[in-house]
């Protein structure tokens, strides 16, 4: 059974920071590309972060560069987004999504974690 199942999203104060986890099962997680995305109330969904296979970062939203950190862990099936300095606006829903097989067109999305940024 795949699964991929996000973890860290909690109510946090400006200037915070948090840590996501998205961990996988039921596929070979470790050759997939992986993205962050997020999605607030009434916006659409935006990609944040993504890394590839082998741990190379391919992309950071421009709004999260230099305060967002993705990195991941094949041992574990495990990616990670590290952010610091947390604003309200980077208040989402926070999605783990892979990218891979044979054609590099199988899409795996998570259920999503809730990061709510606010004093």
């Known amino acids: 059974q795949v699964q991929l199942v996000e973890s860290g999203g909690e109510l946090v104060q400006p200037g915070g920071s948090l840590r996501l986890s998205c961990t996988a099962s039921?596929?070979?997680?470790?050759?997939?590309?992986v993205n962050w995305h997020r999605q607030a109330p009434g916006k659409e969904r935006e990609l944040v972060a993504a890394?590839?296979?082998?741990?190379?970062?391919?992309n950071y939203a421009d709004s999260v560069k230099g305060r967002f950190t993705i990195s991941r862990d094949n041992a574990k099936n495990t990616v990670y987004l590290q952010m610091n300095s947390l604003k309200p606006e980077d208040t989402a829903v926070y999605y783990c999504?892979?990218?891979?097989?044979?054609?590099?067109?199988?899409?795996?999305w998570g259920q999503g974690t809730q990061v709510t940024v606010s004093s």
């Open positions: 999504h892979a990218v891979g097989g044979r054609y590099g067109i199988t899409r795996y």
């Open positions: 039921g596929f070979a997680f470790s050759t997939y590309t």
């Open positions: 890394i590839t296979s082998i741990g190379v970062t391919i």
